[in-house]
């Protein structure tokens, strides 16, 4: 009896302290479609550290966990925007030891003057992959509900009401995020989609409301099969979920054509970081894991298996040529001065538009 209860206390003593930080494991918190297949299993076999691997699609369900604390991640890839700097601002990151990422220098300066917005001097994230927001649309469809001058390159298609109501018997998905929304509709109405202007604001609401009874769906992932399955018609989506979506429906046969356009009003791009969460148990692998992706080789085999473009200069050559010519995927030049990155905005303006966002998501 003695002994049980001393074994138990034992146990109790020793759960309640985190996890040892030598023990071979890491836990990876990601975005959902972010990774080459065999990433995590090639880092497994070459360092014997065991990974667990989960999944999110938003900043926000990421913060969420973040902020609750203790979310025993070694491994998170906020988005270098206002979601990174409030919680850099906030103490959740670890400073990355720099000495350990011998692979930095492959990084492009151009990238890691744009994060630094939101990462000053690039102290607690390393950029891993990017993307813009565009429009995924289903050409038969499309062309079929408006004609063929349907003008698939603009915010129109979606934020016009006329137009909107006639692509929402085949659907309108939108992204299930403020930060993303409200930008595409102030460029739509040829405001500045940075704008922390409340009557902006207003504004985009204005044209939201008008459009919700015509949107399906928001929804931050799901365009992906939804696109591919001929059962979606226009999503507000993420560059590269929308070219897995138009190569999904390649491979399938299924007569679907999807295509990805970014808008002639201008698109966000939105660079994810690798960050260390401050309380993770395993922040040694977690720079190894780190120094893993800078690597040429390995952060080529994941654009070659997402067709979302990385930031290493070093990686470039060995993308599959086809990627790296695919407009969609890696813009041109004339594209690229269309795209902005988001900025930290006040407290106040988030919540506002927060509240702006529960209202209409809940069609008030
Ligand atoms: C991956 C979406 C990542 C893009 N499914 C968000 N910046």
């Known amino acids: 009896m003695k002994l049980r209860f001393l074994v138990g206390w034992l146990a109790a003593v020793l759960a309640s302290f985190p996890a040892r930080s030598d023990?071979?494991?890491?836990?990876?918190?990601n975005w959902s479609d972010y990774i080459a297949p065999d990433t995590i299993a090639k880092f497994e076999a070459e360092t014997g550290i065991k990974v667990t691997y989960d999944v999110y699609d938003s900043n926000e369900v990421l913060e969420a966990k973040l902020l609750s604390g203790r979310s025993g991640y070694?491994?998170?890839?906020?988005?270098?925007?206002?979601?990174?700097?409030?919680?850099?601002?906030?103490?959740?990151?670890?400073?990355?030891?720099?000495?350990?990422?011998?692979?930095?220098?492959?990084?492009?300066?151009?990238?890691?003057?744009?994060?630094a917005a939101a990462d000053p001097k690039n102290e607690h994230g390393s950029p891993y992959l990017w993307s813009d927001t565009g429009i995924g649309y289903n050409?038969?469809?499309?062309y079929a509900a408006l004609g063929e001058t349907a003008s698939v390159d603009s915010l129109a298609l979606i934020f016009d009401p006329a137009s909107a109501e006639k692509l929402a018997p085949c659907g309108i998905s939108l992204l299930d995020t403020p930060q993303e929304v409200f930008p595409a509709a102030l460029a739509y109405l040829g405001l500045d989609p940075k704008s922390r202007?409340?009557?902006?604001?207003?504004?985009?609401?204005?044209?939201?409301?008008?459009?919700?009874?015509?949107?399906?769906?928001?929804?931050?992932?799901?365009?992906?099969n939804d696109l591919a399955g001929g059962g979606l018609c226009?999503?507000?989506?993420?560059?590269?979920?929308?070219?897995?979506?138009?190569?999904?429906?390649?491979?399938?046969?299924?007569?679907?054509?999807?295509?990805?356009?970014?808008?002639?009003?201008?698109?966000?791009?939105?660079?994810?970081m690798l960050?260390?969460?401050?309380?993770?148990?395993?922040?040694?692998?977690a720079l190894r894991f780190i120094d893993y992706l800078l690597r040429p080789a390995a952060i080529a085999d994941v654009t070659n298996a997402v067709w979302y473009p990385n930031p290493n200069l070093?990686?470039?050559a060995l993308v599959r040529p086809e990627i790296r010519d695919d407009p969609a995927v890696y813009p041109p030049e004339e594209v690229r001065r269309r795209l902005y990155v988001d900025l930290p905005a006040s407290a106040a303006y988030e919540r506002a538009r927060t509240r702006a966002w529960t209202r209409l998501k809940s069609g008030r």
């Open 23 to 29: 023990e071979p494991r890491l836990n990876v918190y």
């Open 139 to 142: 050409e038969t469809e499309v």
């Open 74 to 115: 070694d491994i998170v890839v906020p988005s270098a925007s206002p979601f990174m700097a409030r919680q850099i601002a906030a103490g959740v990151y670890r400073t990355l030891d720099k000495s350990k990422l011998t692979g930095w220098g492959n990084l492009d300066p151009h990238i890691l003057g744009l994060v």
């Open 314 to 316: 070093q990686a470039t």
């Open 197 to 224: 202007d409340l009557g902006d604001l207003d504004k985009a609401v204005a044209v939201l409301q008008k459009i919700r009874p015509y949107i399906r769906k928001f929804h931050s992932s799901q365009y992906i």
């Open 234 to 272: 226009v999503a507000l989506g993420y560059s590269g979920d929308v070219v897995q979506a138009r190569n999904r429906a390649r491979e399938a046969g299924n007569k679907v054509k999807v295509a990805f356009r970014v808008p002639k009003e201008g698109a966000m791009m939105s660079v994810d």
């Open 275 to 285: 960050g260390i969460p401050a309380d993770a148990p395993h922040p040694e692998n």
